[in-house]
């Protein structure tokens, strides 16, 4: 039964050939998992069990993160405003069509809260599948990741997206998980994704 956390959207239809059928493994056919959400709302921990879960199946697998792929480029004018971190994204989603279409799994963690990010994914992404971690406001500012919230109710930061930073939430996502809890349990809701992958 699926945890009360969890739910599959009815509206997360992709357009176009990717959608049509199960994936391959046999022919090698790339996929991407895009896992996106809030900083803090745990998308970072999901996407690592659930790479852990495909390379124990011995599955090609690449792991993405938002913040690996923006220290790596490390480009001076990319910052934190809405039109950098739009930029940033595209340059993942660039990233992840590469990885894919060399047969591998793609797992992908990044905020990335954008429409635009999301049409894109969908028409360039093989296989595409997305998993929105959705938390609330409370849950964040407990959770306070980084010291981000806190910073910005004091002034020292600005640009924070679910703060002062406004962001599109996605709305037909495949499959949307409500963490507003310490669950503990990301094993669960990896193999919950993963399960819901598969089964498309």
């Given at each position: 039964?699926?945890?009360?956390?969890?739910?599959?959207?009815p509206?997360?239809v992709?357009?176009?050939?990717?959608?049509?059928?199960?994936?391959?493994?046999?022919?090698?056919?790339?996929?991407?998992i895009?896992?996106?959400?809030?900083?803090?709302?745990?998308k970072?921990?999901i996407?690592?069990?659930?790479?852990?879960?495909?390379?124990?199946?011995?599955?090609?697998?690449?792991?993405?993160?938002?913040?690996?792929?923006?220290?790596?480029?490390?480009?001076?004018?990319?910052?934190?405003d809405?039109?950098?971190?739009?930029?940033n994204?595209?340059?993942?989603?660039?990233?992840?069509r590469?990885?894919?279409?060399?047969?591998?799994?793609?797992?992908?963690?990044t905020?990335s809260?954008?429409?635009?990010?999301?049409?894109?994914n969908?028409?360039?992404l093989?296989?595409?599948?997305?998993?929105?971690?959705?938390?609330?406001?409370?849950?964040?500012?407990?959770?306070?990741p980084n010291?981000?919230?806190s910073?910005?109710?004091?002034?020292?930061?600005?640009?924070?997206?679910?703060?002062?930073?406004?962001?599109?939430?996605?709305?037909?996502s495949?499959?949307?998980?409500?963490?507003?809890?310490?669950?503990?349990?990301?094993?669960?809701i990896?193999?919950?994704?993963?399960?819901?992958?598969?089964?498309?």
């Open positions: 039964m699926t945890p009360s956390f969890i739910t599959p959207n509206l997360g992709s357009p176009g050939k990717q959608e049509e059928g199960h994936l391959d493994w046999q022919n090698n056919e790339g996929a991407v895009w896992i996106t959400g809030l900083s803090g709302a745990g970072s921990s996407a690592c069990e659930v790479v852990r879960l495909l390379r124990r199946e011995q599955r090609p697998v690449a792991f993405l993160d938002g913040d690996e792929i923006r220290a790596a480029i490390a480009d001076p004018h990319v910052g934190y809405r039109e950098s971190r739009l930029a994204a595209m340059r993942i989603c660039r990233f992840a590469i990885f894919s279409r060399q047969g591998l799994t793609v797992v992908v963690a905020m809260l954008f429409g635009e990010v999301y049409e894109w969908r028409l360039f093989p296989h595409y599948f997305e998993v929105y971690i959705r938390v609330s406001s409370q849950t964040l500012k407990k959770r306070n010291g981000l919230i910073r910005m109710e004091r002034g020292e930061i600005r640009q924070v997206v679910g703060g002062d930073l406004d962001y599109d939430e996605p709305k037909t495949h499959l949307i998980v409500d963490n507003d809890e310490d669950l503990g349990s990301f094993g669960e990896a193999s919950r994704v993963l399960h819901q992958f598969e089964g498309r």
